[in-house]
């Protein structure tokens, strides 16, 4: 080739390859090897997102998307359904259809200013199941989603949960009291509660880039881009909401419902959880189900279902298909 028709390097071709690059770099362990989903059948794959109007005529936004079994993730406080991305988008491609939901308060549902309490979060659920007739699904919840899921599975009409997953979850109940001597004082949860009616967004800037994901750990691996996804996922929720489910994830009493639930229960929690301390969570929660099965996590943080996905998908994947 002579000189004059050495070929022109288009900048955007760089820029193209520097993000494939590093979008590969930082892809977590597992996610590219995951195999690729099908093309879309437009007779078929019909599901996306939308919304149902509950009893009481509340709106509730919730995310549906492909086919086979199905999984029902559940999200903490005072997040949405996008805090399972990388949980969807690796069942998707295993095969299974997911299922998010924005809480009641949360996200892109309506921003009640009642029935933010762990009874009407299990009843929106119910009549979210009915009317996407899920049967046969697992429920897994993280944190507050963990006390909805056992709320809910307690309760549910036979045929429609084949298993459960409590992730770093609340049950059997977080706040101290004389029955519950190692559980958090009370204290802790009116600290939230005035740090949320005095600056709420700074506070959804302090609660990720500190304790809820480790990141306030020694040598931890801190991600900007996590803590603004979390700080997102939170503004997008209506405070009064905010506020009443302090009360409904701290002093909500679930050792009923985890004696009710009969379906096989995986218990994941990050030993180092300083969100939700895994001796008065985790440990008592695995005692108290019938079909109980514990696996902790030596360093984990209460946010590790994105800190480690790669590895809490991995072991959810094997417990689904036990």
């Given at each position: 080739m002579s000189k004059d028709q050495t070929p022109t390097i288009d900048r955007r071709m760089v820029l193209a390859s520097g993000l494939i690059a590093t979008a590969s770099a930082m892809a977590p362990i597992g996610?590219?090897?995951?195999?690729?989903?099908?093309?879309?059948?437009?007779k078929k794959d019909h599901r996306t997102m939308g919304t149902i109007t509950t009893k009481d005529g509340s709106s509730i936004f919730y995310k549906?998307?492909?086919?086979?079994?199905?999984?029902?993730?559940?999200h903490g406080w005072p997040l949405s359904a996008d805090d399972w991305d990388a949980q969807m988008l690796f069942f998707?491609?295993?095969?299974?259809?997911?299922?998010?939901?924005?809480?009641?308060?949360?996200?892109?549902?309506?921003?009640?200013?009642?029935?933010?309490?762990?009874?009407?979060?299990?009843?929106?659920?119910?009549q979210l199941t009915s009317a996407l007739d899920l049967r046969g699904a697992v429920h897994v919840g993280h944190s507050t989603g963990g006390g909805e899921v056992a709320r809910y599975v307690a309760r549910?009409?036979?045929?429609?949960?084949?298993?459960?997953?409590?992730?770093?979850?609340?049950?059997?109940?977080?706040?101290?009291?004389?029955?519950?001597?190692?559980?958090?004082?009370?204290?802790?949860f009116d600290g939230f509660r005035a740090a949320l009616a005095a600056n709420h967004a700074q506070f959804f800037l302090?609660?990720?880039?500190?304790?809820?994901?480790?990141?306030?750990r020694p040598g931890a691996a801190v991600s900007q881009g996590v803590i603004n996804n979390w700080w997102r996922q939170a503004m997008m929720g209506a405070t009064k909401a905010h506020f009443d489910c302090i009360k409904a994830f701290s002093e909500t009493d679930f050792t009923g419902d985890l004696k009710a639930i009969q379906q096989p229960t995986l218990v994941m929690h990050g030993?180092?959880?300083?969100?939700?301390?895994?001796?008065d969570s985790g440990l008592l929660s695995a005692k108290i189900l019938r079909n109980a099965t514990l696996k902790t996590y030596p360093g984990y943080p209460h946010g590790m279902a994105t800190t480690h996905a790669d590895v809490i998908n991995r072991d959810l994947l094997a417990f689904i298909q036990s």
């Open positions: 996610a590219l090897a995951a195999t690729q989903p099908p093309p879309l059948n437009p549906d998307w492909g086919e086979g079994q199905p999984i029902v993730f559940h998707l491609q295993h095969g299974y259809r997911v299922i998010a939901h924005d809480r009641r308060g949360n996200g892109r549902s309506s921003q009640t200013w009642s029935g933010n309490d762990m009874d009407t979060y299990a009843d929106d659920v119910a549910a009409e036979p045929g429609r949960v084949s298993k459960a997953v409590l992730i770093g979850a609340v049950p059997p109940i977080m706040v101290k009291s004389p029955s519950n001597p190692g559980g958090l004082p009370i204290e802790v302090d609660v990720p880039s500190g304790p809820f994901y480790g990141f306030n030993e180092d959880d300083q969100i939700v301390p895994i001796a």
